[in-house]
């Protein structure tokens, strides 16, 4: 007996593709789109594809790794080699030279406040102890 619907769109070769547009940052819609489905199709094909949801799996993770070194890098300051471009009477002449980028404060809280949030959380909790009494008085109608 034939299934219901549509027959799939799904192509083997969607597993790698949806990788590396995974890797490149691209969310679940922007998939879809590329391959011309629905978002809901793509959740389909997860679930059907045990390959297709691990492979989006993975791109997501290098795609987070990325940016977590990134931050990271920021929030520790860092330097890279770069060449600066000058015109000396229309003659160019490029310099290389290191750039410094500093620590970032911000940064610096955003990752600690993730990573270890016991420590660097806004919210601090007070824990108060001792006894309370509470003396409840009934009043007659007429009171």
Known sequence: MMPAGRP??????????????????????????FFEVTDRTINRWKLESDEFCQSLRMGKSFA?????????????????????????????????????????????IFWLKNRRPKEWRDKTETELTGNVTVNLVRFSDEQ
């Open 64 to 108: 987070d790794d990325r940016v977590e070194r990134a931050l990271y890098h920021r929030a520790t300051g860092y330097s890279h080699e770069a060449v600066k471009m000058f015109n000396a009477g229309g003659e160019i002449i490029s310099e290389a030279y290191t750039e410094h980028y500093p620590p970032d404060t911000t940064a610096a």
């Open 8 to 33: 799939t769109k799904f192509k083997h070769e969607y597993i790698e593709q949806a990788k590396k547009l995974a890797q490149l940052g691209a969310t679940d819609k922007e998939i879809a789109d």
